[in-house]
């Protein structure tokens, strides 16, 4: 019944995506129109699916680490993401798929470092050593980064990082595809997942108790979870706070079983990035918003006004 | 008729990595059906470890740990769950939640991946809930209770397990006179009303006397004694284990334990 | 009535005095020249510049053209045009400067564009004991004083008020009425163009090509390519120095923009059209050509 209001926020959304923008395009010519299918559609498309995945890798790292606080970027992605995309650019890597590509890889690699920290000692993924790992790799690679910047040409590393801001100007129907080919498998891996999750939430040991392999969850949780972030900034660049506000969102509003959490994080992470983005690229016509800017605009007020309610009831 | 032996633990020895000692030494103990087992001794005694071991979360040294006739460690965690329900020392709530709620995570280790909660799963909730007298709590926040019924709670989601051993962890600490005489109560009542198998790990040594069948008392990772409360709570046995003189007075058929003052007035 | 007491008096001269060494150019000794720079700072040579270090481009080619190319002992990297230029030793590309480079060419004179980084640079030369002078140099306006003040430090003064008169006029002229479109797309993900208040869009200008971007009042802005679409300019301008189209000309959503698909480009040399320099008169006339051209 829940997602009834969801799936209709949805369509309304996505409309609106289609609708609205700086060019002008009449009514009847809506279906002919290379504006709306080359570059408004592929570019709500991208929006929604890489908000819904932010919103349920969200979700799962929140769950992982045990930490409210978590966002998909904490666990050192955004910086390998970087460090990638500055490297492909002062090696002058050639074509257009370099960039994301770089960021991808980067990411990845930032995973598999804080994962390897995270079995140290035989810690077995424990969700702080995740965290303090996450924050050092995120810093080593940052550090590395900033290195690179101050030897290599100034111009085209100032507009790979308006690009790593984030953001879906390149959106297109090949990085649509991309999404809808990558995604799936961790999601399900993810969903499939939910109910040893809600174990998970009483700490390690209750969860085993109750029948959660504990071990086996937390490694593919972490990876479902930290391979989709890396396909959003492969996309879209870093665009944080989606990651962290619509998990609670959602907790708020529905509960924080995680059978239902996932579809409502996807849906509500994809409704909010899509909005975000309409408003990013028409609210200062003819130019545009960093779309990061206005997931923290609008999402900030929308997050007070939710938890108000909630502490009322 | 033989009761079902449920847990079989022997002459297992465990020590965890890097250790200076062992945490259990040689230890031996069989659980059956319809039987309160007593787990006492002071602290860092190796009784968590047991605990652990027996339910195949450590991994032993030297010895064996069965449920059921298989090994520990062979179950996976699923099986176990729904052969043993636990209820644990501590445990977090990141999130709020409602009491029913809580009850039905123990029916997880009978839902299958992606089915859905059956009439079945919500009858064992009902039943637990009856069983450890909280039904009038099945709608309150679990932020709102008090300590005792927090614990009847946690009982109840290990019962919804439908298990055939109930292992409570310390379960009375910081409870008042009367939730914890409560609890001994219903776990007594679960034993013989349920044909239950209970293993409890507690402080407190009077009331494990009056209620259990069998005692073990661990002290520095070896067993002590094992035996019915009359046989092993001796005034030698006491003082030795505890470092405190003591008196043994009898009570109701059973011993029970009075702690001496050092400096008497 | 007020009384003037001798104590107002020497006052009153103190304050006069003070404020007439911060005011105005301090009176150079003989053979001395001086100018004001854009930070505000007072530089003063003892007589005009022999050793000169270049930290730009534009100032390097102001240099030469004005006759005072032989004193420079130093540039940077980036610095090609003219030919001549490429003979003198390189300090680094300037960005920051490296100090210790500089001061080992022994400059009597360092120019440099006025950005924060230089600022600081700037600063530590002096503490060396080398002069320094920051100028501006993002607008054509900007052009003439700059030259005329390079003038008065070497002590061409001649050649650079010529060159800077040529230049006063250029940049004083109105809008060429204009019958072709342009838009310069600097970077394509994301895309961004040049707005009003920039040297190429004062080129565009006076060559008669219409910036659509012009009603965006920052050099360079981040744009959807839907409003370039939606805008439809006749003509795309890239700064590049091969004459292929870009790489992003041929993905599906560029292609929306009626300008990628009728592969109407300008590519306009970086050397020439990147940076304000005295060419700039070439530079017009350079895309004036192009644009007709293309139309063609």
Redesign the interface.
């Known amino acids: 019944m829940k997602f009834v209001p969801l799936a209709a926020a949805a369509l309304a959304t996505l409309a609106a995506a289609l609708l609205l923008g700086p060019a002008n395009v009449p009514l009847g010519d809506l279906t002919a129109s290379p504006i709306i299918w080359q570059l408004r559609l592929p570019r709500a498309l991208l929006a929604f699916l890489v908000g819904g995945a932010l919103g349920v890798s969200g979700v799962g790292l929140q769950a992982l680490v045990r930490n409210p606080l978590a966002d998909p970027f904490l666990l050192g992605l955004s910086g390998g993401a970087g460090l990638g995309a500055v490297v492909a650019i002062a090696l002058h890597l050639p074509g257009p798929w370099a960039l994301p590509l770089a960021a991808f890889v980067g990411a990845v690699g930032a995973m598999a470092l804080v994962y390897r920290l995270g079995l140290i000692g035989g810690a077995e993924l424990d969700p702080r050593i995740l965290l303090l790992g996450g924050v050092a790799v995120g810093a080593f690679a940052a550090a590395i980064t900033t290195a690179l910047v101050s030897l290599a040409e100034a111009t085209e590393l100032r507009n790979a990082f308006l690009w790593l801001w984030g953001g879906f100007s390149g959106a297109s129907w090949t990085t649509v595809l991309v999404m809808l080919v990558y995604a799936p498998l961790p999601l399900v891996v993810l969903v499939a997942a939910a109910r040893p999750l809600d174990l998970l939430a009483l700490g390690e040991e209750p969860a085993q108790y109750l029948g959660a392999d504990v071990r086996r969850l937390k490694q593919l949780v972490y990876l479902s979870a930290s391979l989709l972030t890396a396909a959003a900034v492969a996309v879209a660049g870093v665009i944080g706070f989606v990651g962290l506000i619509v998990p609670h969102m959602c907790r708020l509003v529905w509960g924080r079983l995680h059978h239902t959490l996932f579809p409502t994080a996807f849906l509500t992470g994809g409704i909010f990035l899509a909005a975000a983005d309409t408003v990013a690229r028409t609210v200062v016509a003819p130019r545009e918003l960093p779309v990061g800017i206005v997931t923290a605009l609008l999402g900030v007020p929308l997050f007070a006004f939710l938890l108000r309610r909630w502490t009322v009831s | 008729m033989d009761r079902e032996l449920i847990v079989a633990v022997s002459d297992l020895t465990c020590r965890y ?1 890097g250790a200076p000692r062992d945490a259990l030494r040689a230890v031996s103990l069989d659980v059956r059906a319809s039987e309160f087992h007593a787990l006492l001794g002071p602290n860092g005694s190796g009784k968590t470890t047991l605990l652990r071991a027996a ?1 195949g ?1 450590v991994r032993p040294v030297q010895g064996r740990a069965e449920i059921l006739g298989r090994p520990a460690g062979d179950w ?3 099986d ?3 052969v ?3 209820v ?1 020392q ?8 409602r009491v029913h ?1 809580t009850v039905l ?2 029916r ?2 009978h ?1 299958s ?2 089915g859905g909660v059956r009439a079945a799963d919500r009858a064992a909730v009902e039943r637990a809930l009856v069983a450890c007298d909280a039904v009038d709590l099945a709608d309150r926040w679990l932020w709102t209770l008090s300590g005792g019924e927090y614990q009847r709670v946690r009982l109840a989601r290990a019962l919804a ?1 439908e298990p055939k051993l109930l292992v409570l962890d310390e379960p009375t600490v910081s409870l008042d006179l009367r939730h914890e005489m409560e609890l001994f109560e219903l776990v007594r009542t679960l034993v013989d009303g349920f044909g239950l198998a209970a293993l409890m790990i507690t402080h407190h040594v009077n009331l494990a006397a009056r209620f259990a069948d069998q005692i073990l008392i661990l002290a520095e990772g070896r067993a002590v004694a094992r035996g019915a409360p009359a046989e092993v709570l001796t005034r030698e046995t006491v003082e030795r284990v505890f470092s405190w003189p003591v008196a043994i007075e009898p009570f109701d058929g059973r011993p029970q334990m009075i702690p001496l003052r050092r400096h008497p007035s | 009535m007020r009384r003037w007491t001798p104590r107002t008096h020497l006052a009153g001269l103190v304050a006069l005095a003070v404020a007439a060494c911060a005011r105005g150019e301090r009176v150079p000794v003989r053979g001395g020249v001086a100018v004001t720079d854009d930070a505000g700072r007072q530089v003063t040579l003892a007589a005009p510049a022999r050793r000169i270090v270049s930290l730009l481009p534009s100032f390097t080619e102001i240099l030469f053209a004005t006759g005072a190319g032989d004193r420079l002992v130093g540039r940077t990297t980036w610095c090609d045009y003219p030919l001549e230029a490429l003979a003198v030793p390189s300090v680094g590309d300037g960005m920051p400067p490296s100090v210790e480079a500089v001061a080992a060419r022994r400059p009597d004179l360092v120019v440099l564009y006025r950005s924060g980084p230089n600022v600081t640079a700037a600063e530590q030369l002096e503490r060396l004991g080398i002069r320094t002078v920051l100028l501006d140099l993002n607008l054509l306006e900007e052009l003439g004083p700059a030259t005329r003040r390079l003038g008065t430090l070497t002590g061409h003064s001649r050649a650079a008020d010529s060159l800077a008169r040529v230049l006063d006029s250029l940049a004083s002229q109105p809008p060429v009425s204009s019958t072709r479109s342009v838009a310069f797309i600097v970077w394509d993900n994301p895309a961004i163009v040049i707005g009003a208040g920039s040297y190429l869009d004062r080129l565009a200008a006076l060559a008669g090509a219409r910036n659509v971007f012009h009603d965006v009042g920052s050099p360079s802005a981040q744009v959807s390519i839907e409003t370039i679409a939606a805008r439809d300019p006749d003509f795309l301008a890239v700064l590049s120095d091969s004459a292929g189209p870009p790489a992003y000309a041929s993905r599906p959503e560029w292609r929306v923009v009626r300008a990628v698909r009728e592969r109407r480009f300008l590519f306009l040399p970086g050397q020439l059209f990147g940076r304000p320099g005295p060419r700039a008169a070439e530079a017009i006339r350079e895309l004036r050509q192009r644009l007709e051209a293309a139309a063609r």
Request: net charge positive; aromatic share 10%.
């Open positions: 990595p339910l979360l996976s965690r699923r176990l769950a729904r043993v329900g636990v644990p501590r445990e977090e709530n990141l999130f709020p939640q709620e995570l123990g997880y280790p839902l991946l992606f397990q």
